[in-house]
Structures are given as structure tokens and as C-alpha cells.
């Protein structure tokens, strides 16, 4: 008799599938090497953002990940597949905005939408037209004569316009004036959330981030430093200054984890804490402060 369990019951508690999932991955350019053994997963409905100084490899990565890039070493599954051989109804599931613009400047925004709509079995018209209206987009003129600001959105439409179950945005409001900024990010996710879209945008700006990126993954020296939900992230770090017998001490009395330590002189350091989440620490004998996501980005990014 067959006693294993109907199929459905095995895989009850197998967690689901990671929509993208990258191991050891290694590339250079040349003699210089831009990730360096990385990992990361991006789980189905996650809104990341990928946060790094200029040149630490963001667009590497986002383009890694994409199998735009050769890696050297390691490994890149989306949906399943490998990142460098996807197939075409995987890359349906996939809107990607580059962070220089890959838009046909001498067709219209009717024409190029029009272009892009024949390679997609699912497209949105009905969003397609009201995010045309709202983001102001002329649709009749050339696209070479829209502005900086205009062209990202409208290759944002573009990318949402199939209904994406993976959104990839490579610093998608750099064209934009600073006051927009934030606004549009949050728009543009709230487009997406309703799906359980998964998103990963990229940017040196940390305040594109507040409001909008629910979790936060810092890319520092080839590899992703710390990944974690921005406000669990806020709430339990802490800034330290003491001998490193203090710091030690301190963690040991509150279950604390050191993410980043920095000597201060001779004999002081100034070291950045995890506690566990839900800690509440009050008093101490050393003193320890919150941090905020600009001192969080000078330490760890
Ligand atoms: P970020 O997006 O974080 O600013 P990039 O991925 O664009 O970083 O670049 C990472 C590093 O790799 C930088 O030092 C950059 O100069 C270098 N780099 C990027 N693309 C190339 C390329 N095609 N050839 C050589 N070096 C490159």
C-alpha cells in the first residue's frame, strides 16, 4: 500500500519558491572585481531597494540578475530558470527599466507602445492609457522631445504595461526633480502591490526609500551586506561608543549582534548593534542611540 501523502500535503510546508535566487555570483571587469561571491533571494511580493554608493555595482547586479552579464562564478535563477537561458514566457513575467533609456527617440509614445505591446500576450491598455493621462505623457509627439522626466515614466509604462510578476528598476527617478521623487516611487509601487509584484529599484538616494521600499539590502563590497524589513532594520539597530569591552559586554547583556564596528582613537570604537526584534533596552551603562537610515547607509553601504 501506498502510505506517502498526496502531494499537496508533502509540500504543505515546503516554503515557496524565491523569484529570484542568486548564489555565489562573481564578476569582474577586467582585473577588477565588482561582486564578489554574492547571494541574495528576492521572495514573491517583496519590495526591496537596492541600496549602494556610485560604482558598488547596483546596475552590475540588476543586470546579473537579468542575464545581461557574463558572470565569472556563482549562479542566477528567476522563477526557476537559469538567468542566463530564460524562456519567453519567463521574460513576460519580467518589466525591467534601465537606468539609461532604451526608448526609440524618433517614434512617438502611441508608436513605441504600440511596438512593445505585439511581443506580449498580456498587456494592460486600460493602464497603459490612464498612467499615459496621469504621468502627462504626450503620446503623439517624438519621443526625443519629451523631457528627461517624461521619457523615464514613459519607459516605466512600459515596463508595467504587461503586468510584470518581477519589476526591475535601475534608479528609475533620476530624470526627476527631487520634490516628485518620493511621490512617484510611491505611486509607482502602489501600482504594482495589488498583484504581489516583486520589486527591487536601485538608488544612492536614501530618502527615495522611506515610504516606499519595505525591506532594504545594502550592496557593499561585492556583496549584499545586510538585507532587512526598513523599519525592523530602524528599530533595532543601535549605535554604540565604548572599549571594545563595553560594546562586548553591552551585546552580551541584551542579545546583541555587532554589524559594524570602527575603531575611535586608541581605545574606543564606535560599533553599530542588531538587537533581537522587539528588544526593549531602556537604561544602560552605555549609552546607545537610534539610527537613522543616513547613518545606517555611512556605515554599512
Ligand atoms: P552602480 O550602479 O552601483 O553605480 P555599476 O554597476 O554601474 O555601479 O559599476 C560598478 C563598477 O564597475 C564601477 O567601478 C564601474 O566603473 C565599473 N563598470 C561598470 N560597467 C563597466 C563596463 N562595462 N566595463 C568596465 N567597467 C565597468
Known amino acids: 500500500m501506498n502510505t506517502s501523502p498526496p502531494a499537496a500535503v ?66 542566477v535563477e528567476v522563477f526557476g530558470e537559469p538567468g ?42 486600460a493602464k497603459v492609457d490612464a498612467l499615459l493621462s496621469r504621468w502627462d505623457i504626450a503620446r503623439d509627439q517624438p519621443i526625443a522631445r519629451l523631457s528627461g522626466g517624461q521619457q523615464q515614466r514613459l519607459s516605466i509604462i512600459r515596463a508595467l504595461a504587461h503586468e510584470p510578476d518581477l519589476l526591475v528598476l535601475d534608479e528609475p527617478v533620476s530624470s526627476l526633480d527631487p520634490a516628485g521623487r518620493r511621490e512617484f516611487l510611491r505611486e509607482l509601487v502602489d501600482q504594482v502591490l495589488d498583484r504581489g509584484t516583486t520589486v527591487v529599484l536601485s538608488t544612492h538616494i536614501l530618502s527615495d526609500l522611506e515610504r516606499v521600499a519595505f525591506n532594504v539590502a545594502f550592496l557593499r563590497d561585492g556583496r549584499i551586506a545586510v538585507q532587512a524589513p526598513l523599519d525592523e532594520l ?25 554589524l559594524r564596528r570602527r575603531a575611535l582613537g586608541e581605545s574606543q570604537e564606535l560599533a553599530l548593534l542588531t538587537l533581537p526584534p522587539g528588544a526593549m533596552v531602556g537604561e544602560d551603562a552605555l549609552a546607545h542611540e537610534p539610527v537613522n537610515l543616513e547613518a545606517l547607509f555611512m556605515e554599512l553601504a
Open 10 to 75: 508533502a509540500n504543505a510546508h515546503v516554503a515557496p519558491r524565491p523569484t529570484v535566487d542568486m548564489r555565489g555570483l562573481s564578476l569582474a571587469y577586467g582585473k577588477k572585481p565588482v561582486l564578489k561571491g554574492l547571494d541574495w533571494q528576492l521572495h514573491p511580493g517583496q519590495v526591496i531597494g537596492l541600496l549602494g554608493r556610485n560604482g558598488a555595482g547596483k546596475t552590475t547586479l540588476l543586470e546579473a540578475m537579468l542575464g545581461l552579464r557574463d558572470l565569472q562564478g556563482g549562479s
Open 234 to 258: 530602524l528599530d533595532t539597530t543601535r549605535q554604540v561608543t565604548g572599549t571594545r569591552q563595553q560594546v562586548e559586554a553591552f551585546c552580551t547583556r541584551h542579545h546583541a549582534r555587532v
Open 84 to 125: 542566463l537561458q530564460l524562456s519567453d514566457a519567463t521574460r513576460g513575467r519580467i518589466g525591467y527599466v534601465p537606468q539609461r533609456s532604451d526608448l526609440f527617440e524618433g517614434f512617438t509614445a502611441n508608436e513605441l507602445l504600440a511596438y512593445f505591446r505585439s511581443f506580449y500576450p498580456r498587456w494592460n491598455t
